[in-house]
């Protein structure tokens, strides 16, 4: 009988070593699980994609839930997100942004990121157009001045040709008015030349005519 009861309480003894032994065990393994979800919730808020997907992996490890489970495919999303606002891709960051929030029961904390960065990439992508649309404006202004100042350039060039000819035409009829002037004033002095020799001509031949006339009455006489 005493064997018996001797039995009976080694056995009770070790239900309840083991007992204590599972308990502790499954209050260590609690403990490692809840101080993983916290550090994984703690590098969310700061952004930390690398560290929470850790934390999230290490705590799947230990017990699966809807938060470890989904955490890590939205951390996926969200440090491809980084990447691609790195390049500048911002179009392929917003999709990405999409893909966290339409994760089906996605963490709240990881919601409220993808939400911000969205803002973020969106405000980026409307600055960088802007941008280019300026850039784009100023190329255009450029473009016309040039042309502006082009054109001011010919029609000056043009009206300074004008006035060349202008002035060329003015010279050419200068020295024309001066030639015909010229022309007039020597055959007015050979007019003038003409008429004094022909005058001188006509006195002599009267002249002439009157000696030959005398003569002859001369001669007459004598007869």
Avoid: C, P
Wanted: avoid cysteine; hydrophobic fraction near 40%; proline fraction near 0%.
């Amino acid at each position: 009988m005493k064997l018996k009861w001797t039995v009976i309480t080694l056995i009770a003894l070790a239900a309840t070593a083991a007992g204590i032994y599972w308990g502790v065990d499954a209050f260590n393994e609690n403990k490692s699980y809840q101080g993983n979800m916290r550090n994984a919730r703690n590098a969310v808020a700061a952004h930390n994609w690398s560290d929470a997907a850790i934390y999230y992996s290490a705590a799947r490890s230990i017990r699966v839930s809807v938060e470890n489970r989904t955490a890590l495919e939205q951390l996926n999303y969200l440090k491809r997100a980084d990447k691609e606002i790195r390049h500048n891709n911002w179009q392929s960051a917003l999709n990405l942004y999409s893909l966290v929030l339409a994760t089906n029961g996605g963490v709240d904390l990881l919601n409220k990121a993808a939400k911000s960065g969205e803002d973020y990439v969106t405000a980026l992508k409307n600055a960088d157009e802007s941008a280019d649309k300026a850039s784009s404006l100023q190329v255009a202004l450029d473009k016309k001045s040039a042309e502006l100042t082009k054109a001011r350039s010919s029609a000056e060039a043009a009206v300074k040709t004008a006035n060349d000819a202008a002035k060329a035409a003015q010279d050419s009829a200068k020295s024309a008015v001066d030639a015909a002037n010229d022309n007039a004033t020597d055959l007015s002095k050979a007019l003038s030349s003409q008429q004094a020799a022909d005058k001188a001509d006509a006195k002599s031949e009267a002249a002439d005519t009157k000696t030959s006339k005398v003569d002859n009455h001369k001669k007459d006489k004598a007869n």
